[in-house]
């Protein structure tokens, strides 16, 4: 793309850079979602996995269909996200300055680890927790059976709300730089911080004190880790003050 003498560019040409970087990452995703379509047998082998063996179902003829086509357009998002983030890093990088440059790529990365922690922590432990919290409710006259689409929209749901729960430090952070949060604001607000989580645990969680825990001590280190964020910040805002 052409730029003025002043490194602008014109707007038409802004717009072409635009569509092309969009084709690019809707072709990404495209293409992503027919190759997980293809696997598409392995993808439900790792979802299912937590349900050790509990077979699902569907009760409408195009519902096994539309849930392998849901399945695989989120699978094919997550595995096209590299490209469709960088195409989105190159469009927005040379508008900004180098300072805002490493504050985008600082966001994004630790936006990216904290959301897959999230996710892999609730996999891994608080998700069979869950299961077998609602499994232990099945008795003679109750057999479950899980239907392949309300299973999908639990499981989508409860990861990302780990996911987006994870995201607590980054939020103290940008909230302390930009003026919004102190630490020794937090460090007095760690009981009703404490309520909140046990509330927010009771609500995302089974109603199992195992389950909650499970949530909570989490939540209780990325705020310690919050803390720690937004007094780093402070200091350096400081001796850039002095300076």
Same mark, same amino acid.
């Given at each position: 793309?052409?730029?003025?003498?002043?490194?602008?560019?014109?707007?038409?040409?802004?717009?072409?850079?635009?569509?092309?970087?969009?084709?690019?990452?809707?072709?990404?995703?495209?293409?992503?979602?027919?190759?997980?379509?293809?696997?598409?047998?392995?993808?439900?082998?790792?979802?299912?996995?937590?349900?050790?063996?509990?077979?699902?179902?569907?009760?409408?003829?195009?519902?096994?269909?539309?849930?392998n086509l849901?399945?695989?357009?989120?699978?094919?998002?997550?595995?096209?996200?590299?490209?469709?983030?960088?195409?989105?890093?190159?469009?927005?990088?040379?508008?900004?300055?180098?300072?805002?440059?490493?504050?985008?790529?600082?966001?994004?990365?630790?936006?990216?680890?904290?959301?897959?922690?999230? %996710?892999?922590?609730?996999?891994? #432990?608080?998700?069979?927790?869950? *299961?077998? !919290?609602? /499994?232990? +409710?099945?008795?003679?006259? &109750?057999?479950?059976?899980?239907? %392949?689409?309300?299973?999908?929209? #639990?499981?989508?749901?409860?990861? *990302?709300? !780990?996911? /987006?729960? +994870?995201?607590?430090?980054? &939020?103290?952070?940008?909230?302390?730089?930009?003026?919004?949060?102190?630490?020794?604001?937090?460090?007095?607000?760690?009981?009703?911080?404490?309520?909140?989580?046990?509330? &927010?645990s009771a609500?995302?969680?089974?109603?199992?004190?195992?389950?909650?825990?499970?949530?909570t001590l989490?939540?209780?280190?990325?705020?310690?880790?919050?803390?720690?964020?937004?007094?780093?910040?402070?200091?350096?805002?400081?001796?850039?003050?002095?300076?």
């Open positions: 793309m052409s730029k003025s003498k002043d490194g602008t560019m014109p707007v038409l040409e802004h717009l072409a850079e635009l569509r092309l970087r969009l084709f690019i990452s809707a072709g990404a995703l495209l293409i992503a979602a027919m190759v997980c379509f293809f696997y598409i047998t392995v993808i439900f082998e790792i979802l299912t996995r937590p349900l050790d063996g509990l077979p699902l179902i569907f009760l409408s003829p195009p519902e096994a269909f539309m849930s849901r399945v695989s357009f989120i699978s094919g998002l997550v595995i096209a996200s590299p490209i469709i983030f960088y195409e989105t890093l190159a469009f927005i990088f040379p508008g900004l300055a180098r300072s805002e440059k490493v504050f985008f790529l600082l966001v994004v990365a630790g936006t990216v680890v904290l959301f897959c922690s999230g %996710v892999l922590f609730a996999y891994f #432990f608080v998700f069979p927790m869950a *299961l077998n !919290f609602f /499994l232990q +409710f099945a008795a003679n006259h &109750l057999e479950p059976l899980f239907t %392949v689409s309300e299973y999908i929209s #639990f499981f989508i749901s409860f990861h *990302l709300a !780990f996911g /987006l729960v +994870f995201q607590l430090p980054l &939020l103290t952070w940008a909230l302390g730089k930009l003026g919004l949060l102190t630490s020794g604001f937090l460090k007095r607000s760690r009981k009703v911080a404490l309520l909140l989580m046990l509330v &927010l609500v995302i969680t089974p109603p199992d004190i195992i389950s909650q825990v499970a949530m989490p939540l209780l280190l990325l705020y310690e880790i919050g803390i720690i964020m937004v007094l780093v910040g402070e200091k350096k805002r400081l001796k850039l003050m002095a300076q």
